[in-house]
C-alpha cells in the first residue's frame, strides 16, 4: 500500500475576493522557434500539430513570461534564428478583469477596463517588464529617472516650471512617486495610454501584482521529480494543491496567536528592559541637559514581530515499511500523483479565500499513461473548469492524443503547423469557429444545420483527423476499406504518410467537415456518390411488394429524394470550387473523387472479379454481407485482378495532397 504524505507549514493570508482574471491572447516574439505567433485562448485549449513546430515552446514562453528565472534562464541560444536585434518578446492580454482586479493592478486597468495587457522583454541578458497604463506623460519622464537624487531634481523642476500642476514639494523619491500618482488619480481626464517598466509587477521584489490574480503551474513532460520532492521550491504538485486548502480559519486563529504572542514580548520588553531603559533615558537626560533646555531622551524597546511563515508542501510516499521522497518513483507514479491532486481539486470545492485563477499548463498530459488512464485524465481536467467557482482556472496543454480534444468544442483547438518554403522556421496558428464555418457554407448549409452538426463530433477516428498531414472524408464505411486496400496493393501506408480516412456520412457533413480541418490546416480529398440510381434501386425494391396507390406515394418522394440529391451534388461541387453538376459522372481530381452512382455500382461494372472475390469472403465465413470496412478492406487486398484506373488515379491525388501540407 502507498501513502502519500503531505507537510503543510503555516498559512499565509490570502484576499477574500473572488476573480475570474483569465489569459484572453498571447504574442509570442523569436522565443526558441516561435518566430511571430499569435494564441488566443479558451477555458481549455488545446494545442496540437507535429513535433518541432512549437506546441509545447507556446506552454514555456508563457511559464517564463509568469515566473521568470525561477522556470526558464534565456540565452541567445533561445532567440529565433530570424530575429533582429536578439530581441525575445512575449506579450499577454488578460480580460474579465473584475472592480477586485483592477484594484490590484492600479494604473494599469483604470477604471471601466475590461482587459489589460503586459509584456515581457528579455534583450543581451536584460529582463524587462513593460504594461500599458493610464499616465500623464510629463511624470513618465521623471519616473524613467534611476537614481533617487536625479528623480528629485527633474519633479522639482517639473513643479517650479508648472505651477499649475499645484505639486507639493517633498523630501524623498517614495514621496515624489506617491505625489504624482495622487495627481493622477484626481485628473484622469489629462491621462494618456503610455508603455510602463516595472520591475516590480511581478514581484522581483516586493510582492507579485499578477501573482495575487493568476497561479501560473506549468507540469513539464520530464516532471523534474527532484525538484517536486524540494520544500524550499514552488513545486507544480505543492501549487495544485495549494488551491484546495481553506486558510479562513486558520488565519484567523493564527492571527489571534500571533497577536497574544505581539502583546506577551512586549509584556516581557517592558517588565525586563524598562527599569534598565529608564534609568539610561534619566541619564542621557541629564548629561544632554548640561548642554541644551528643554528636551528629554527617551529610550525603548522594539519589538520585532515575526514574518509568518509561506505555505509549503513536502511530499513524501511511503511503500509498505520504507518512505521515500518522490523523486526515487518513476515518471508513470509522478503523472498519477499530478492526476489525482487535479482531481482532489476537481472534486471539491476550492476555497473562498481563494482569489487566484489557476492557469494549468500541461506538456503531454498523455505520457506515461495508459489509454483508460489517459481517458481519466482528460475527464479530470475537463471537469476541473467545469466545476471551479467563478470560472477560476483555466487549462492549456500541448498533445498528440485525441483524447485531449474536448468534444464539447473544435473551437478550443490551436492547430500549430510550420509553413514550407520559408529559409527559417515560421510557425502559424490555426484555429476554427462557428463563424468560420457558417461564412464559408453560407448559402449551400443553414447555420443551425452547421451548429447541430459540429456538436460532440470530436471523438474518435474524426478527432484523428486533426493530428494528420491530410484527410480522405467518406461518406460510407466500405468506401475506407476500399482506399486503404488499394493503398496496401501498391505497397503504399497511408498512416505512415500521415493520410487518415473519416467517415462523416452525407453530402451536408462531407462539407462542413472538409471546411473545419482545411480551416485548422488539414487538406482534405472529398470521396462522395453521385447516387445517379439511387431513386431507381429504391422504385425496384418495392416494385411488387406494396399496393399502386402506395407506390405511386413512394415514387414521388423518390423523386422529391432525387431533386434534393441533384442539388446537393450540384452544392457539393459548387463549394469544392469546379463547376455544379447536378449528376456529375465518374471523376477524380485533385479535390474530389465522384462515383456517379455509388461505389459498390462502380466496382461491380468495372471491376467485376471484386463483388465477386467479396462474395467469395461472405459463402466461407471470412466476411460479412452489406456494406462492412473490414470484409471491404480483405476484398480489395486479395482480389486476383488489379483496380482500375480511377482508383489508383484516386490515389496519387490523395497521396499528393498529404505531400502539400503546410506541415513539417
Request: hydrophobic residues 40%; contains cysteine.
Amino acid at each position: 500500500m502507498t501513502i502519500i504524505t503531505l507537510g503543510i507549514t503555516r498559512p499565509i493570508r490570502h484576499l477574500m475576493l473572488r476573480t475570474i482574471v483569465k489569459i484572453k491572447r498571447a504574442c509570442i516574439e523569436n522565443f526558441c522557434c516561435l518566430h511571430n505567433v499569435d494564441v488566443s485562448f479558451e477555458e481549455i485549449t488545446s494545442f496540437i500539430g507535429p513535433t518541432g513546430v512549437g506546441k509545447s515552446t507556446v506552454l514555456r514562453a508563457l511559464d517564463w513570461f509568469f515566473n521568470g528565472e525561477r522556470s526558464l534562464s534565456l540565452s541567445d541560444d533561445d532567440v529565433h534564428s530570424a530575429a533582429k536585434g536578439g530581441r525575445i518578446v512575449v506579450e499577454v492580454e488578460f480580460d474579465g478583469l473584475t472592480a477586485h482586479d483592477r484594484e490590484v493592478l492600479g494604473r494599469y486597468a483604470p477604471d471601466g477596463a475590461e482587459s489589460v495587457s503586459v509584456w515581457r522583454t528579455w534583450q543581451n541578458g536584460e529582463d524587462k517588464i513593460t504594461g500599458k497604463a493610464l499616465a500623464y506623460r510629463p511624470f513618465e519622464e521623471v519616473r524613467k529617472c534611476e537614481k533617487a537624487t536625479d528623480l528629485r531634481k527633474a519633479y522639482d523642476e517639473l513643479r517650479e516650471g508648472d505651477a499649475d500642476l499645484d505639486l507639493p514639494k517633498v523630501g524623498s523619491k517614495d514621496k515624489a512617486l506617491d505625489a504624482m500618482r495622487a495627481w493622477e488619480l484626481a485628473h484622469r481626464e489629462q491621462l494618456t495610454e503610455s508603455e510602463i517598466e516595472d520591475t516590480h509587477f511581478f514581484g522581483f521584489a516586493g510582492q507579485s501584482k499578477l501573482g495575487q490574480l493568476i497561479d501560473f503551474v506549468f507540469v513539464s513532460a520530464d516532471l523534474r521529480a527532484y525538484e517536486e520532492a524540494d520544500d524550499q521550491k514552488t513545486t507544480a504538485l505543492g501549487r495544485i494543491l495549494d488551491h484546495a486548502v481553506d486558510r479562513t480559519e486558520a488565519n484567523e486563529r493564527l492571527g489571534e496567536i500571533e497577536e497574544s504572542a505581539h502583546v506577551a514580548r512586549q509584556e516581557v520588553h517592558a517588565k525586563v528592559y524598562g527599569p534598565v531603559l529608564d534609568d539610561i533615558s534619566s541619564a542621557l537626560s541629564f548629561e544632554v541637559a548640561k548642554f541644551t533646555t528643554g528636551r528629554q531622551v527617551v529610550v525603548t524597546p522594539t519589538v520585532h514581530a515575526p514574518r509568518p511563515a509561506r505555505t509549503t508542501f513536502q511530499v513524501s510516499i511511503r511503500d509498505g515499511a520504507a518512505e521515500t521522497s518522490v523523486h526515487r518513483q518513476g515518471h508513470g507514479f509522478q503523472r498519477a500523483l499530478i492526476i489525482a491532486a487535479l482531481k482532489y481539486l476537481a472534486d471539491r470545492r476550492r476555497p473562498e479565500g481563494d482569489a487566484r485563477t489557476l492557469c494549468l499548463a500541461i506538456e503531454e498530459p498523455e505520457l506515461f499513461q495508459h489509454p483508460p488512464q489517459a481517458r481519466t485524465f482528460a475527464k479530470v481536467l475537463r471537469e476541473l473548469v467545469a466545476t471551479s467557482p467563478a470560472g477560476r482556472t483555466q487549462v492549456m496543454y500541448a498533445t498528440h492524443s485525441p483524447v485531449f480534444l474536448d468534444p464539447a468544442g473544435y473551437h478550443q483547438i490551436r492547430r500549430l503547423c510550420r509553413v514550407v518554403g520559408e529559409a527559417h522556421p515560421v510557425t502559424e496558428v490555426r484555429q476554427a469557429s462557428q463563424d468560420d464555418l457558417c461564412r464559408a457554407l453560407d448559402g449551400m448549409i443553414d447555420p443551425n444545420t452547421v451548429k447541430s452538426r459540429t456538436v460532440g463530433r470530436l471523438a474518435g477516428v474524426f478527432a484523428e483527423g486533426f493530428f494528420a498531414h491530410a484527410v480522405v472524408l467518406v461518406e460510407g464505411k466500405g468506401d475506407e476499406g476500399v482506399i486503404v486496400g488499394c493503398a496496401e496493393r501498391a505497397g503504399i501506408n497511408l498512416g505512415a504518410e500521415g493520410i487518415s480516412v473519416v467517415e462523416v456520412t452525407g453530402k451536408d457533413n462531407l462539407m462542413i467537415s472538409d471546411v473545419l480541418f482545411r480551416t485548422l490546416g488539414v487538406p482534405c480529398h472529398v470521396v462522395f456518390d453521385g447516387d445517379a440510381r439511387k431513386a431507381e434501386r429504391k422504385r425496384q425494391s418495392i416494385e411488387h411488394t406494396i399496393p399502386e396507390q402506395q407506390r405511386r406515394e413512394k415514387d414521388l418522394e423518390y423523386e422529391r429524394e432525387a431533386r434534393r440529391t441533384r442539388q446537393k451534388n450540384a452544392d457539393l461541387l459548387r463549394y469544392l470550387g469546379t463547376t455544379p453538376a447536378p449528376q456529375p459522372p465518374d471523376e477524380t481530381t485533385a479535390r474530389y473523387t465522384v462515383f456517379e452512382d455509388n461505389l459498390e455500382s462502380y466496382l461491380g461494372q468495372h471491376w467485376p472479379a471484386w463483388d465477386l472475390r467479396r462474395r467469395e469472403l461472405v459463402r466461407s465465413g471470412e466476411g460479412v454481407d452489406g456494406k462492412n470496412a473490414a470484409t471491404y478492406l480483405e476484398t480489395t487486398r486479395t482480389v486476383a485482378t488489379d483496380a482500375p484506373f480511377l482508383l489508383h488515379a484516386m490515389l496519387e491525388n490523395v497521396r499528393s495532397l498529404g505531400g502539400s501540407a503546410v506541415m513539417a
